[in-house]
């Protein structure tokens, strides 16, 4: 397998060594091996960059010029479009994609998203009109003003990064912010590609900067806390984001958190394609590693035995068409690293301590390689108080729950901590349509229809998250509103 060159930070504008020259392993999933070396920040790097950024945003143009910082994004994009080949080395080799992946969230989903950020952009309102009052015997007029909130931290995750740092990165910097991207330890040359590419389109130093190290919480802890910085956008577990929003609360800072989800795919009992509809809803893709992957499947009880014979045969079917490296049509890989497998695994043990019904995978597969391989798993006689069908798992791991009516169906999905995404089969479209209005989640897929994509707001309900990504909302993130008042003459 190919060696990743090495990952450098990257700090007011210069590409570099960590303090001291520190650096930190990165570890394959497909290998178990080290697959490259990135520099490990220090405290006194993190320091730098937030120093930077913040400078850039206080005392450069870059928070009023617009012409200039949409020019520079696109050039970055036109760069990143030159890179694809790097990109899916980073994707496969650092993120563990399948080949088939690539093409989809990790690549491919990622650009076209970049491009729908800059489809929506023109229509951004910097100014709104309030009209004018008479109050105390004169009259004032009023007009909104709406600007960049000023430095962002964007802490991302290692499940797809380039998709994650493209929502953040390119959103504030059309916005006008300036950045700090802090990618996951397991995934630093995702977020190094974003210093190296901005230092090659002639980005202003301070701008964009890059910082990652083997501490996955030594850099963020520090820019959740600095009151320089002025606004946390991250993604990851429900845990750590509650942590930031804790920590966060000292100096008020406003947080973005696209968190954990456990949704619900329901198939009602008139769905046309039931067979399909149930088939489909094996987790298999990037090995289960979503946030918004419907990791519950709700089927009517009067086809729950239908269902099951379905799911056993399409897990069957799929036997081993995943975990090579070099297959083109495979989905599905390792998962990320041996603690998230041992993570799964345990979750496997549980489900069947629980009474739940194994009726497909439930092993690691070692003779799949040295890295992180776990099968294709799918538990039945599971019900909704389990915590296999409760916790976020992050594996290919499928909970399948009989409900008796649609209330019940609705009742399930909603008793949940989550509330991130979800699905609804029917051939009554408008029955399809009240269910989904009444479910409690941020996106809801209704008879396959793509809920998901780079020009329409992403993020959740109750523990899933604060704020929406992507689309016009995803950059609006990233402004203040400011009211101005004159005395008219």
Known sequence: MTSLPDAKLFIDGELRGAEGGKTFDVIGPWTGETVGRAADASAADV????????RAFDQTDWSTNIEKRVALV???RALFEANKDRL?????IEAGAAWGAVGRAHVDMALEGWDDYLAVFPQVRWEKDHGSRIGYGFETVRKAVYEPIGVVAAITPWNVPLYVNVGKVVAALLAGCTLILKPAPDTPGMGAIFGELALEAGFPPGVINVVFGADPALAGEMLVKDPRVDLISFTGSTGVGKRIMEQGAA?????????????????LDDAPNFAMDVATAMLVFHAGQGCAVHSRLL????????AKAILKHSYASFGENWGVFDDPKHIMGPVISKRQMERVL???????QEGATLIAGGHAR???????FIEPTCFADVTNDMRIAQEEIFGPVLVVIPFEDDEDAIRIANESAYGLSGGVCSADLDRALRVAKRIRSGSISVNGGMCIAGDVPFGGYKASGIGREWGLEGIEEFLETKLIAWRAA
Not at 88 to 92: G, H, Q
Not at 299 to 304: A, D, E, K, T
Not at 346 to 352: E, F, K, P, V
């Open 47 to 54: 320091e730098a960059a937030i120093v930077a950024a913040r």
């Open 74 to 76: 696109k050039k970055l």
């Open 88 to 92: 899916s080395d980073l994707a496969r």
């Open 251 to 267: 100096t008020l800072k406003r947080v973005f958190l696209e968190l954990g989800g456990k949704s619900a795919k329901i198939v």
């Open 299 to 306: 089927v009517p009880r009067s086809r729950y035995e239908e």
């Open 346 to 352: 345990s979750y496997i043990a549980l489900g069947q």
């Open 366 to 372: 070692p003779d799949k390689g040295g890295g992180f």
